[in-house]
């Protein structure tokens, strides 16, 4: 085999130029997903971490069971869950008004993905705002800060910092699983891939796609590892 | 030990017979689950006494202290604060404890802001300062306790006297009535100690009313108009220092001095 079939066999231009621009369109959706899905997922979890945490038992159990159910059941179950098993309830939707929402594959999917990692981030969440040492929120209420200047101001930006290590994994987690994805028919990274292969029959779209998820999570590990240095910066 | 500060001017007793109550107690108990850390405790404080808290680990002197500052609530009695019950939740008593500050003894700063931040968040928060102001009143503080070139540095960078010395320039911008110690100087380096104590003496002499649980005894000699010597929860002793350091009335006390005296 010359230099040339060699290179063929990982890199064929053809394939390159038939296929390369939609596998760069689904990088694109794959972005889109796991960004608005993890943002809105760290706004619910946040939210799911105060309840865990509150005084209230009512409130503790619900989000008890939240964290519970969305943790100790697999993501693709979660998303058939949500797609096909609610989906197929089409006429009550639809009375609801809510069936533009149930019956696109892509919001069902932000959907399961957000209720999914708001699960994962609450758990993060909760073990960061405890680790906030006691003192600190006995300074801020001998200080008569109030309960809200208290937790923005004192409480959470300490929490940040040390739940952003574990945060970073959960996102890399969810780049990786958000191939999910792909299962109901939403255009993302791995979605694409399989419709080139299933067209062309040529492995080496895999492994640009292998290639193109492992480059988003090496350009993510370093942004995080800056983020994480310069909030730091205070820490002796 | 020789001690570097002068000792502050003590009140008249005309001057005590005027002045209000700013921290009254009534048959305070609290328990620690099954655990009872207060029995009863009966304490009044005037405006502008300096009272000394000591005893053995467990008395509850501390615990004591976090229950004036409103830090732990307990389970039986009264306490009033500048006039509020601290029992009832209201304006009134958010107001009150306003005006009462805190010094730990772990300093407590907040270590992801700098010392002038660290210094100005209650007061522009609490108070509506201005950034202007209450960075002026902050460097005011700061220079009062002797760490106005340290602004802008943060707490990590700071050794630890210097630290509590913010922690006492921070309780201090809110302009409180009354100010709590616990144990300000039980996690500083001997070195340390004494720059905090003078601060504190410094403090005294402007006539705040300080309530400060120690086992600096030299200081409480100082500093003190009362002595309270706690054991098991209970009041034992409550004497101008004089009086407590020369001849206690029980000998748990007795006990307590011969141990640290040595």
Redesign the interface.
């Known amino acids: 085999m010359s230099v040339d079939d060699l290179l063929n066999l990982f890199l064929n231009r053809e394939l390159l130029e038939r296929y390369g621009p939609r596998l760069f369109d689904g990088l694109l959706v794959t972005g889109k997903l796991v960004a608005i899905s993890f943002s809105l997922g760290m706004l619910l979890g946040l939210g799911l971490a105060l309840g865990r945490l509150s005084g209230n038992r009512w409130v503790r159990g619900f989000t008890g069971v939240y964290v519970y159910f969305f943790r100790g059941s697999p993501l693709l179950a979660q998303l058939f869950l949500l797609y096909y098993g609610l989906g197929s309830f089409k006429h009550f939707w639809q009375d609801l008004g809510l069936w533009w929402f149930l019956r696109d594959a892509w919001y069902c999917t932000l959907l399961a993905f957000t209720l999914n990692t708001a699960a994962y981030q609450a758990e993060i969440l909760r073990g960061a705002l405890l680790a906030v040492p006691q003192g600190q929120r006995e300074a801020a209420q001998a200080l008569g800060l109030s309960r809200w200047t208290s937790f923005g101001k004192v409480i959470l930006p300490q929490s940040l910092l040390i739940a952003i290590r574990p945060l970073g994994n959960e996102l890399i987690l969810m780049i990786k699983a958000s191939a999910i994805a792909s299962l109901v028919t939403v255009y993302d990274l791995m979605g694409v891939t399989k419709l080139a292969f299933s067209r062309s029959f040529d492995f080496q779209v895999y492994l640009w796609a292998a290639v193109l998820y492992l480059l988003i999570v090496e350009v993510l590990r370093r942004v995080l590892k800056r983020l994480e240095q310069s909030l730091s910066k205070h820490i002796g | 030990m020789p001690l570097s500060y002068s000792t502050p001017k003590d009140l008249s007793l005309s001057d005590l017979a005027t002045q209000e109550t700013v921290v009254h107690i009534d048959g305070l108990s609290k328990w620690y689950g099954n655990f009872q850390v207060l029995h009863g405790i009966d304490l009044s404080v005037k405006k502008g006494e300096r009272i000394v808290l000591c005893g053995p680990s467990g008395s509850g002197k501390s615990t004591l202290i976090r229950c004036i500052?409103?830090?732990e609530v307990a389970e039986k009695g009264v306490i009033r604060t500048l006039g509020a019950d601290l029992a009832k939740p209201c304006a009134a008593r958010?107001r009150a404890?306003?005006e009462?500050?805190?010094v730990?003894q772990?300093f407590?700063?907040?270590?992801?802001?700098?010392v002038l931040q660290n210094c100005t968040?209650?007061p522009m928060?609490?108070r509506g300062l201005s950034r202007q102001q209450a960075g002026d009143q902050a460097r005011h503080y700061l220079n009062k306790v002797g760490v106005d070139n340290q602004a802008d540095k943060?707490?990590?960078?700071l050794s630890g006297g210097q630290q509590q010395r913010v922690?006492i320039a921070?309780?201090l911008c809110?302009e409180p009535k009354v100010m709590l110690f616990d144990e300000p100087t039980s996690a500083l380096d001997p070195e340390m100690v004494n720059e905090v104590l003078e601060v504190i003496v410094n403090l005294a002499d402007t006539g705040m009313t300080l309530l400060c649980v120690t086992h600096e005894m030299g200081f409480a000699r100082q500093v003190a108009e009362r002595v309270l010597f706690l054991d098991a929860g209970r009041i034992i002793e409550d004497l101008p220092p004089a009086k407590f350091f020369t001849a206690p009335t029980s000998d748990r006390a007795r006990a307590f001095l011969a141990q640290i005296r040595h």
Request: charged share 5%; aromatic share 10%.
């Open positions: 500052g409103h830090l958010r404890l306003q009462v500050g805190m730990f772990n407590n700063l907040f270590p992801h802001m700098s968040l209650a928060s609490v943060y707490p990590s960078q922690a921070r309780a809110m």
